[in-house]
C-alpha cells in the first residue's frame, strides 16, 4: 500500500442531475475529502450547481455501464487515493455513515477490500421503512485491481474480493421528474433485452423476459409481503413504481419478439 496516497476521494457518477446532485456533493461538506463529478454529457445545470462546492470539481466521463465506471475509478481515475467512494448523483452519504467510514479506512489489518451498505430508498421525498425491495450497495473500494465483473445486464463482484457491511444505511432519494424515471426504465429495458438476446443475462432476469407474472408479483412482494402498506403513500407509489417498471421491461421483449417474428415471416 503506497503511505503518500491521499486516503479518501469522492467519486459521483452524473448525467442532467440538478434535482440531486446538490445534496450528493454537499453532504461531504465537512468531511475533507474532495468530489468528483464524472459527468457523461449534462445538458442541464448539473456542471453549474458543482461548481459552487470549492470542494468539488466536474470531469467528462463516456459512460458506458456501471461495471465500467466502477473499475476505471478503482484501477485509473481514482488511483491517486488508498480509498474511493463511488456514487449515483441521486445517493447521499451520511455523517455518521462518513464517520463509520473514516474508522474502517483506518484500521491497517483488515480484510475487506469493498464495503457495502444497506439503502435507506426514498419515494417522492418521503422515507420507505418497509417497502424497498433495493439490495444492498457497493460503495466503498480500496484502489488498485479491478473489483467487478459484469453479468450482463448488472454487475457482481470478482471472486476472491472481501466484502464487509457497515452499519449505517446509504441514502437513494431521487428528485428527478417521473418522465426522467420513464425514460430510464425504457432505457434499462432495452439493454436487458439486448442482454437477453446475447445470453447475458441471470435467471431472475430471464423470467422479467420471458413471464408476465412478475408484473404483479414483484409490487405485492413491496406492498404486502415487505408492509409496504405501512409506509403510506410512498409505498403505494413504490409499489407502482416496481409495477410500471416490470410491466416496461416485459412490453419491449414482447415488442422484440413480435418484430423478430415479422422479420422471419
Given at each position: 500500500m503506497n503511505a503518500f496516497k491521499e486516503k479518501i476521494g469522492v467519486f459521483i457518477l452524473a448525467k442532467n442531475e440538478?434535482?440531486?446532485?446538490?445534496?450528493?456533493?454537499?453532504?461531504?461538506?465537512?468531511?475533507?475529502?474532495?468530489?468528483?463529478?464524472?459527468?457523461s454529457g449534462s445538458t442541464d445545470k448539473t456542471r453549474e450547481i458543482v461548481s459552487k462546492f470549492n470542494f468539488a470539481a466536474t470531469h467528462d466521463y463516456v459512460y458506458t455501464n456501471h461495471c465500467n465506471a466502477y473499475n476505471d475509478i478503482v484501477e485509473d481515475i481514482g488511483i491517486e487515493y488508498r480509498f474511493v467512494i463511488v456514487l449515483d448523483a441521486d445517493m447521499v452519504v451520511s455523517p455518521a455513515l462518513q464517520s463509520e467510514i473514516s474508522k474502517l479506512t483506518a484500521v491497517?489489518?483488515?480484510?475487506?477490500?469493498?464495503?457495502?451498505?444497506?439503502v435507506q430508498m426514498f419515494s417522492e421525498g418521503l422515507p420507505l421503512r418497509h417497502a424497498s425491495l433495493c439490495p444492498p450497495k457497493i460503495f466503498v473500494f480500496e484502489t488498485g485491481n479491478a473489483c467487478f465483473v459484469s453479468t450482463g445486464h448488472a454487475e457482481k463482484v470478482a471472486e476472491?474480493?472481501?466484502?464487509?457491511?457497515?452499519?449505517?444505511?446509504?441514502?437513494?432519494?431521487?428528485?428527478?421528474?417521473?418522465?426522467?424515471?420513464?425514460?430510464?426504465?425504457?432505457?434499462?429495458?432495452?439493454?436487458?433485452v439486448s442482454r437477453y438476446l446475447e445470453g447475458k443475462v441471470s435467471s431472475r432476469d430471464k423470467l422479467r423476459v420471458k413471464w408476465p407474472f412478475l408484473i404483479l408479483a414483484v409490487p405485492l412482494v413491496?406492498?404486502?409481503?415487505?408492509?409496504?402498506?405501512?409506509?403510506?403513500?410512498?409505498?403505494?407509489?413504490?409499489?407502482?413504481?416496481?409495477?410500471?417498471?416490470?410491466?416496461?421491461?416485459?412490453?419491449?421483449?414482447?415488442?422484440?419478439?413480435?418484430?423478430?417474428?415479422?422479420?422471419?415471416?
Open positions: 440538478e434535482e440531486n446532485i446538490a445534496r450528493s456533493v454537499g453532504a461531504f461538506a465537512l468531511s475533507g475529502w474532495p468530489v468528483h463529478v464524472l459527468d491497517e489489518n483488515r480484510s475487506w477490500r469493498v464495503l457495502d451498505a444497506e476472491g474480493v472481501v466484502v464487509e457491511r457497515v452499519k449505517n444505511k446509504l441514502i437513494h432519494d431521487d428528485r428527478k421528474s417521473y418522465s426522467s424515471y420513464l425514460q430510464s426504465q425504457y432505457r434499462y429495458a432495452n439493454n436487458l413491496s406492498y404486502i409481503w415487505r408492509r409496504g402498506f405501512l409506509d403510506g403513500r410512498a409505498g403505494i407509489i413504490y409499489a407502482l413504481d416496481r409495477l410500471i417498471a416490470e410491466a416496461i421491461m416485459y412490453r419491449q421483449a414482447v415488442a422484440s419478439r413480435a418484430r423478430s417474428s415479422a422479420e422471419r415471416n
